[in-house]
Antibody
Framework: EVQLVESGGGLVKPGGSLRLSCAASGFTFSSYSMNWVRQAPGKGLEWVSSISSSSSYIYYADSVKGRFTISRDNAKNSLYLQMNSLRAEDTAVYYC??????????????WGQGTMVTVSS | DIVMTQSPDSLAVSLGERATINCKSSQSVLYSSNNKNYLAWYQQKPGQPPKLLIYWASTRESGVPDRFSGSGSGTDFTLTISSLQAEDVAVYYCQQYYSTPLFTFGPGTKVDIK
């Protein structure tokens, strides 16, 4: 079964750091671009970051640029999001999502269940 | 930056009736080299992650009921649910994956039963 499972969320103080992980299974992870999307409580979807299959191309939303770092370990079938200098407005459910045909410019066909990040003092 | 808008914000439709959601992009998402519209539609039910319904503006994802259809090109797109079922109650999002900032989502349209 094709599956993505996020972990690493939790409660963190403003200015703190957190590292999210996304474990992939059931498909050849190294062949697919991957993405992070977040959703603040009661709000819509916001794309956060994307990484190509070989990590050659990496993109960030302006709202997280300079604070978040996306990375992947194809040997471990894992995607990561290092989040630094966290702010209250980063509070959201964070989803990892697969690019449908592997390319960076693709719809997202597989999503994880999400992990909640709460930034509060 | 490409901005996505959706209309209406919400709609209530009787069971078995048609539901139509509109999505507009601030710039064309049609790539002339391959004649593809980089536009997707997602369905999100409460407490669940989004589910891909339509990609390339009109291609239905495997397993999606054929009552869901997508149309449009360039900057104007439509998601149609031809005969609304109870399980279709959800929020629907359009998304462009044509340009940076990559993968902008629309604000969402909530669909309820009348």
């Amino acid at each position: 079964e094709v599956q993505l499972v996020e972990s690493g969320g939790g409660l963190v103080k403003p200015g703190g750091s957190l590292r999210l992980s996304c474990a992939a299974s059931g498909f050849t992870f190294s062949s697919y671009s991957m993405n992070w999307v977040r959703q603040a409580p009661g709000k819509g979807l916001e794309w956060v970051s994307s990484i190509s299959s070989s990590s050659s191309y990496i993109y960030y939303a302006d709202s997280v640029k300079g604070r978040f770092t996306i990375s992947r370990d194809n040997a471990k079938n894992s995607l990561y999001l290092q989040m630094n200098s966290l702010r209250a407005e980063d509070t959201a459910v964070y989803y990892c999502a697969r690019a449908a045909d592997g390319n960076l410019y693709d719809a997202f066909d597989i999503w994880g269940q999400g992990t909640m990040v709460t930034v509060s003092s | 930056d490409i901005v996505m808008t959706q209309s209406p914000d919400s709609l209530a439709v009787s069971l078995g009736e048609r539901a139509t959601i509109n999505c507009k992009s601030s710039q064309s998402v049609l790539y002339s080299s391959n004649n593809k519209n980089y536009l997707a539609w997602y369905q999100q039910k409460p407490g669940q992650p989004p589910k891909l319904l339509i990609y390339w503006a009109s291609t239905r994802e495997s397993g999606v009921p054929d009552r869901f259809s997508g149309s449009g090109s360039g900057t104007d797109f439509t998601l149609t649910i031809s005969s609304l079922q109870a399980e279709d109650v959800a929020v629907y999002y359009c998304q462009q994956y044509y340009s940076t900032p990559l993968f902008t989502f629309g604000p969402g349209t909530k669909v309820d039963i009348k």
